[in-house]
């Protein structure tokens, strides 16, 4: 399995953006697919999640302003920002889980100016 992030870019505060990943190899577990990021000098922390039947989970710092989607036939999985903040600023990693292993994608850098 191999994840393509893509999205990333510069953009002023209360401004938006729209992620995407893009699998492929065998991707069967639709409840496995997350978005992740990590700021400069801190943890990666979860951002949010969609099951395979279309429900949604969200950190609570994006609740309201971040939407995860999926198009199933394409493997692909999107996170639409919104409203954005500077402390949104990090690097998104996209993620699968197979239920064996957790794969990730090289991340692409989110930089929100005030």
């Known amino acids: 399995v191999q994840l393509q992030a893509s999205g990333g870019g510069l953009v002023q505060a209360g401004g938006s953006l729209r992620l995407s990943c893009a699998a492929s190899?065998?991707?069967?577990?639709?409840?496995?697919m997350d978005w992740y990021r990590q700021a400069p000098g801190k943890e990666r922390e979860f951002v949010a999640a969609i099951t395979s039947g279309g429900s949604a989970n969200y950190a609570e710092s994006v609740k309201g302003r971040f939407t995860i989607s999926r198009d199933s036939a394409e493997n692909t999985w999107n996170l639409q920002m919104s409203n954005l903040k500077p402390e949104d600023t990090a690097v998104y990693y996209c993620?699968?889980?197979?239920?064996?292993?957790?794969?990730w994608g090289q991340g692409t850098l989110v930089t929100v100016s005030s």
């Open positions: 993620s699968y889980s197979d239920y064996e292993n957790d794969y």
């Open positions: 190899g065998s991707i069967f577990n639709f409840d496995g």
